[in-house]
């Protein structure tokens, strides 16, 4: 295990919705990034989160955005979901060059 | 763009014998690669990395090997075993100043039979 968590495991929402799915970093780690996994393809780099700020970002529009709290925890909400948003939602929490995994939150917009 | 991809999206491989999955990068500035396993219902684990400053490493049952001329990189599985069924990917790291992302090709599925 890695020690990162996320939550909810499991989520289902209506297109045009808001949501937040939330990641807690494994212990000492300051940097948490975000990706987007679909079905049988490679993650997809949403954004990243050094010290409760955004230092990087990719090709995702503003309706996808983050926090990152004191304790490191971090929290990605998208707003007006559409269906191509349907997908393993994961967060990595990296201190060095070296990204850990949490276990994903599958979305699935109808 | 520059991408990360795999050869093979589906290697089977009989248990006791050993596997070799391949990945084919373009970005040539990138120094760190990854290797990633991922099973059904899980999120990628860390198998093992490698910088551009090596070309050959070596884990537990596992070797990474980069041949940076040809711009290849390939997982070593000795042994394979029921448990390694999965999704392995392989992951580049895209630095700029000041953070890093990973850029993942698109799998391959191994699959072990008895």
């Known amino acids: 295990e890695t020690g990162v968590t996320q939550s909810p495991t499991h989520l289902i929402k209506t297109r045009g919705q808001q949501v937040t799915l939330r990641c807690s970093s494994q212990s000492g780690h300051n940097t948490v990034s975000w990706y987007q996994q679909a079905l049988g393809q490679g993650p997809q780099f949403i954004f990243q989160?050094?010290?409760?700020?955004?230092?990087g970002r990719g090709n995702f529009p503003p309706r996808f955005s983050g926090l990152q709290f004191p304790n490191y925890s971090s929290e990605l909400n998208v707003n007006a979901l559409e269906l191509d948003d349907s997908a393993l939602y994961l967060c990595?929490?990296?201190?060095?060059?070296?990204?850990?995994f949490g276990p994903g939150t599958r979305l699935t917009v109808t | 763009g520059e991408s990360v991809g795999l050869h093979l999206p589906t290697l089977s491989v009989q248990e006791g014998d050993n596997s070799i999955i391949n990945c084919a990068y373009s970005?040539?500035?990138?120094?760190?690669f990854i290797w990633y396993k991922q099973e059904s219902g899980k999120g990628p684990q860390f198998i093992i990395d490698?910088?551009?400053?090596?070309d050959k490493r070596q884990g537990q049952r596992v070797t990474v090997l980069l041949n940076k001329t040809v711009k290849h990189l390939s997982l070593q599985i000795a042994a394979t075993q029921p448990g390694d069924s999965a999704v392995y990917f392989c992951?580049?790291?895209?630095?700029?100043?000041?953070?890093?992302?990973?850029?993942f090709g698109a799998g391959t599925q191994v699959v072990v039979t008895p």
């Open positions: 992951a580049e790291l895209m630095t700029t100043d000041s953070w890093g992302k990973l850029q």
């Open positions: 490698i910088r551009s400053n090596m």
């Open positions: 990595a929490s990296s201190l060095t060059d070296e990204q850990y």
């Open positions: 970005n040539s500035a990138s120094d760190y």
């Open positions: 989160y050094y010290r409760e700020e955004e230092n």
